[in-house]
Each structure stands twice: as C-alpha cells, then as structure tokens.
C-alpha cells in the first residue's frame, strides 16, 4: 500500500495527503517529523536523504519534494482528472504549483510563523503587516486569474489548485485585517465545498507550541487518517 511519511499538519505534507484524498487512494500514513521524530534514522534517510517531510513510498519506488509528489499521484491515479491530459493545460497547473511555492508560500507561511505560532505579546504588528502586504501583493495576480475561471485551469478543479489551496486556507485564518481578493475568495468558497480539503486542509492550527505537540499526539492517537 501506498505510505506517506509526515506529519498532518505539516505545510508540506498537507498538499501529499489532500491529493491522495482526492484521488481516493488508500494510504498508511507514517507519522514522521516534528514530536514524531524518525528522519534521522538509516530507514528514512534511504527514503528521503534530506530527512525532511514529506516522502512517499509506493511499492519499491520512492519519491520526495512535496510538488513533485502531487504530480506523481495526480499522474500516476488521476488520468485525465487532477492531472490534465491536455498538455497545455497541464502547463497551467505546472505554472501555478511553481508559483505557488516561489511567490505564494513565503510570505503566507511566514505570515503564519509571525501570528499562529508566535505568542500574542511577541508578535511583532510592524513585520506582520508587511507580510500581509507581500501575501496580498502576490495573491492579487492569482485574483486577476481566477476573474474569469472558477478554478486555476479553467472550469475543473485539478492538481493545479493543491498547493495553491493549502497557502489559502493558511492566508484566510490568521489573524489579520486583509484587504479583498474577490475572485480568491470565491474560489477558496469552492475549494471549502470538498470533503478531502475540509478534513485535511481545515484543520486547527494550534495557537502555541504545548497546542502543536498536543495536536501531534491526537493525530497519533486518531491513527489518522
Ligand atoms: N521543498 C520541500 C520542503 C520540505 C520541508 O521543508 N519539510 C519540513 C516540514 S514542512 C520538514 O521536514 N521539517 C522537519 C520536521 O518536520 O521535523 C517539499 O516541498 O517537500
């Protein structure tokens, strides 16, 4: 059976596990990174030899960097569905993953680090809201896109909205004022309609460190997923 190695709240293993999800793959999921610890053993250091999050193993082949397996997964159990077989179109979603990690994830996540995993009396209100403006500023340009299309390659949702999905359900629950990005949040609206992203992208954050380890523990004892 498929393995995925993570952690389900990591930012990078979350895009693996919602396209399994989508693809309505059975998968073992193999707890791994943060409290959960194993990346420094022989074991996953043959499977992934940055012993970063995520990687997976299917059968004997195995794959890491977090875009590279949503694309295997898309390709590999979605035909012509996550992974168009239009080559231009999968050009698309190729275009939008890349972008997604250049421009969309830094400033989202580091968003983040500054507001959820910061304690409210660190927080620093000067950088947090100079990171809201470069998240902002890049996601205009996704705006501008999804003006005249519900999804990032037209009429269906395809591998080309996961990355970009999980950056939003991070960008749209910190706790900041932003200012609108219609056409995002429409989008983001429909994206909220899919059972695979409510039950493993909406997931709590955890606000502080003792909330993270204790999340950890929950999905350990859940067995999850
Ligand atoms: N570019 C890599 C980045 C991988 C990465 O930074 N993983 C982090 C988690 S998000 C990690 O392994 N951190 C160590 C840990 O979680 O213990 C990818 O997309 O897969």
Redesign the pocket.
Known sequence: MLKIWG?PY????IPVIWTANELGLDYDLMLA??SFGK?NTDAYGAINP?R???AIQDGDFAL????AIVRYLAARYGADGLCPADLQTRAIADQWMEWS?SKAFGPVIYLFFATVRTAPDARDAEKIAGLRDEAHAALTILDGHLADRPFVCGDDFTMGDIPLGCVAYRYFNVDVDRPALPHVEAWYERLAQRPAYQAHVMRPFGTNPDEWAALEKACAAEGIL
């Open positions: 952690r990591s930012s990078n293993v990174g943060g990346l940055n970063m999050i995520p890491w960097e977090s875009l990690a």
